[in-house]
């Protein structure tokens, strides 16, 4: 299996190398491109997902659709769409950037740093998920009122990222 690369930033957002994803996250992570996902189906729900328990990162957490890494010199909705369908089994389509300024570092409870510049998208699901169970462990379709109203009720049940997302109102308009 190829090393999967991610791409890392300097403060000012710009790419000054990449590295192995499996050796990036850790107690000291450098600033990274992610990206962030939020997929909505037909009817304009938003889908929200569990963590695997395998997960590096926030296992067992609820988050947004999926989250992923660029790699070296892919585009980030060449990115999305890739790690949609890896995560999800699902194509995408209208793939939008609702924030391109988000950045977030959080610890969880093993320690586990994620430090990212991390745009954030939003997409529409054309095909019938088929979720991998090394990603996602359980998925719900809600409605928008419903997720924030959730994360706001009890963060500690959302990935940091996603609470932080929502807090944006841009992002919290577009779902």
Request: glycine share 6%.
């Amino acid at each position: 299996m190829p090393v999967e690369e991610v791409v890392l930033l300097d403060e000012a957002h710009r790419p000054i190398g990449s590295r192995d994803k499996a050796l990036v996250h850790d107690a000291d992570t450098p600033l990274h491109l992610g990206f962030s996902c939020y997929l909505l189906d037909a009817e304009g729900r938003v889908l929200i997902t569990r963590r695997a328990l395998t997960k590096r990162a926030w296992p067992g957490v609820w988050s947004n659709a999926f989250c992923g890494h660029p790699l070296p010199g892919e585009a980030l909705e060449a990115a999305v769409a890739r790690r949609g369908h890896f995560e999800l089994g699902v194509t995408l389509t209208e793939i939008v950037l609702l924030d391109s300024e988000f950045r977030y570092r959080a610890c969880d409870d093993s320690g586990v740093v994620e430090n990212e510049y991390c745009p954030v998208f939003r997409a529409r699901a054309s095909s019938p998920l088929a979720p991998n169970p090394d990603e996602v462990m359980a998925w719900q379709w809600v409605s928008a009122e419903d997720l924030i109203a959730a994360q706001a009720a009890t963060p500690c049940v959302f990935s940091p990222w996603m609470v932080a997302q929502l807090g944006r109102p841009g992002i919290r308009q577009a779902l």
